[in-house]
């Protein structure tokens, strides 16, 4: 029975693309190796998206090629955004790769194993439901994709090129997904895509997102439904209704929204605006009054002035987001920002990194003292520590929880302090 030793770089999404893959290869006969190697293969599914993203598979790919001269592993099969994105580079760079596998080719897996082969399908126009699925997260918590690709048209962004247009997982196929992940035990699910807020409008000729959530919550034994990838102008009162009215829906939402002056949201290709962007957070949190709202934002990007800037800051400053994602603007090949005028030198947009960084640690710093006395109910990840429905798994901090707990199992805590994103609390039941 041949071994596979498995690295998932990147996001969520791409992370359930590793589980389908394993778990095409379990089904076949295959053993996944959890710990250390060595094993007889080394599969590593890579990220693309910014260049910082490309060096890091780079750096892991060359760790593996290193253990496989030393004899820790027979074969190197690399699959991913790297592979769509640098094909012919990539196995030019290094010979020692005996197979690739691009997006949309999971099924292709044990082939590109088996025949040392290239497999870079055509994208699907639809996105079908995973038939095998090898769990690469906790136990009680899970990521279920609902569409792939983006039909969005941001100037700094690679995907659309990578992962193609916006491809929709047919809803029952969803459901069923969910109902098996439930069945074997999974008591959170957090829903991904792209954008998950353009759910439905390519199979159903409209936004389907919140029928899609009223449906999921009615499955017995889920506990928290978690939301990601929304885009503002696209979050509207009746996804907020659902949200509100189902106790199984996570009051959290992670909403990208990039930047607040409208200047450069016009040229990053956004469809929204300060104005939206405002009366979206105003409409949400009149919705949810303890809402947590994560976001990203990019800073240095091309044109962005000191003034821009200086209204970015104000601007997280104001709205207290729970949780925010910081990112230097990063030049693509390919991209429309990449022939933008006005690029900005690499210490200038590391400059605003630390500078807004430091807004939002005051912020936090701020959130964490009202929380201090308040009772929450956590699912435990490990033994001391869990996540209250305001955290996402592996994105976001959590809370640190004495004395010890079952994990996958609720416990309700009083905070008593705080350290950045991690609070601390004391069990009460």
Known sequence: ?????????????????????????????????????????????????????????????????????????????????????????LLKKYPEIDAIVGLGSAQNIVEALEQNGQF???LPKILTKQEFRFPATLPHSAYLKIA???DNACAFCTIPRLRGGYRSKPKNDIIAEAECLVAQGVREISLVAQDTTSYGIDLYGKYCLADLLQALTRIEG???????????????????????????????????????????????????????????????????????????????????????FASLKDFVEEYEFSKIGI??????????????TGQLPRAVKEDRVARLTDVQSRVIDRKNKKMTGKKVKILMDMPFFGRTQYEAPDIDGGVGVTPRCVPGQFAVAEISGAEGYILKAKLLT
């Open 120 to 122: 870079l399908a055509s």
């Open 148 to 150: 792939d690709g983006c």
């Open 327 to 340: 990112f230097a603007y990063s030049r693509e090949k390919g991209t429309k920002a990449a022939a933008l």
């Open 222 to 308: 889920l506990a928290w439904l978690r939301l990601m990838y929304a885009y503002p102008e696209r979050v509207t009162p009746e996804i907020l209704q659902v949200m509100a009215e189902n106790s199984k829906i996570c009051h959290y939402l992670d909403m990208p929204l990039q930047h607040s002056a409208d200047k450069i949201l016009t040229r990053m290709g956004r469809d929204s605006s300060e104005r939206l962007i405002r009366q979206k957070i105003k409409l949400i949190r009149d919705f949810m009054p303890d809402f947590a709202l994560r976001t990203n934002f990019i800073v240095g990007y091309p044109g962005e002035t000191e003034a821009d």
């Open 1 to 89: 029975m041949p071994s596979i030793f498995p690295i998932s770089l990147g996001c969520p999404k791409n992370l359930t693309d590793t589980e389908e893959m394993l778990g095409v290869l379990q089904a076949r006969g295959y053993r996944i190796i959890a710990g250390d190697p060595p094993a007889d293969i080394a599969l590593i599914n890579t990220c693309a998206f910014i260049a910082s993203a490309v060096q890091e598979a780079y750096a892991e790919l060359e760790k593996l090629i290193a253990l496989k001269k030393q004899g820790y592993f027979g074969k190197i099969v690399v699959a991913g955004c790297l592979v769509q994105r640098e094909k012919a580079k």
